[in-house]
């Protein structure tokens, strides 16, 4: 059943549909899911530490955030 606050808002992303994302450091800290993803479906927001290796998983969804140069 969608939300009936946010099924007709247009422009949001669908959450955790890409599984590799490259951030620039421009974005830094990068959040899971990311702004502009509609997150009454996805799970809750964490703070992914892709500064620290260059890349990072997010614990719950597994979406892979690759820190470009």
């Known amino acids: 059943m ?3 606050h946010t ?3 247009q422009g949001l992303d669908v959450p955790n549909q890409d599984k590799r994302i490259e951030v620039s450091h421009d974005v ?3 959040h ?3 702004k502009g993803s509609s997150l009454w479906d996805s799970h809750p927001q ?9 890349s990072a998983k997010c614990p719950y969804c ?8």
Request: glycine share 6%; net charge negative.
């Open 2 to 4: 969608t939300n009936p």
């Open 7 to 9: 099924a007709t808002q």
């Open 28 to 30: 830094l800290p990068v």
């Open 32 to 34: 899971c899911p990311m």
């Open 46 to 54: 964490v703070y992914i530490p892709v500064e620290e290796t260059g």
């Open 62 to 69: 597994g979406t892979e955030y690759i820190l470009k140069d």
